[in-house]
């Protein structure tokens, strides 16, 4: 299996910071990793595919990068509506598995 | 707009099977990959497996022995099916379409709460 990993595990930030979540795989993934936005009662969000590619309508202070085992989600520039738990998934393998989740919350 | 919604009962008793439907509109299920996904209460999220159009088949090995997933183009379902299930499968149930072979999941369904219980 492949193991993701995030980095940290929780954050809190004020808005209109920067903010910056890793993941780490196990093994080499290339480029199969997306980042997804979750709040809580509802379904996760596509926010970043292919580690870089922005989702259709989702705001541009998000930006994804990273390739092989380690990969970056930043936040340019916080906003009210992006506290939430953030999630990897990776996609390479035949046995997809995603990130144990960052939770970002208000300082 | 493609929207999935999932349906199916929400409490199961222990050793039973756990069956859930998801119904896709706005869009053809043909020649996409669709998918299963549970989060347990408070905790992250894990995929179960996923089906193609045709019928192909990939499966999480952990939950391999219990799992069927099936797909009825023409009603624009597919369908989870899990056996003898425990407290330990007690989640919220998420379907959801894969952006191609490998692909992200791009569209969810706002998921179910199956609950494991006698």
Known sequence: DIQMTQSPSSLSASVRDKVTITCRASQNITTYLNWYQQKPGKAPKLLIYAASSLHRGVPSRFSGSGSGTDFTLTISSLQPEDFATYYCQQSYSTLWTFGQGTKVEIK | ?118
């Open chain 2, 1 to 118: 707009q493609v929207q999935l919604q999932e349906s199916g009962p929400g409490l199961v008793k222990p050793s039973e099977t756990l069956s859930l439907t998801c119904t896709v509109s706005g869009g053809s299920i043909s020649n996409y990959y669709w998918s299963w996904i549970r989060q347990p209460p408070g905790k992250g999220l894990e995929w179960i497996g996923y089906i193609y159009s045709s019928g192909s088949t990939n499966y999480n090995p952990s939950l391999e022995s219990r799992v069927t997933i099936s797909v009825d183009t023409s009603q624009n379902q597919f369908s989870l099916k899990l056996t003898s299930v425990t407290a330990a499968d007690t989640a919220l149930y998420y379907c959801a379409r894969v952006g191609g072979y490998r692909g992200p999941f791009g569209y969810w369904g706002q998921g179910t709460l199956v609950t494991v219980s006698s």
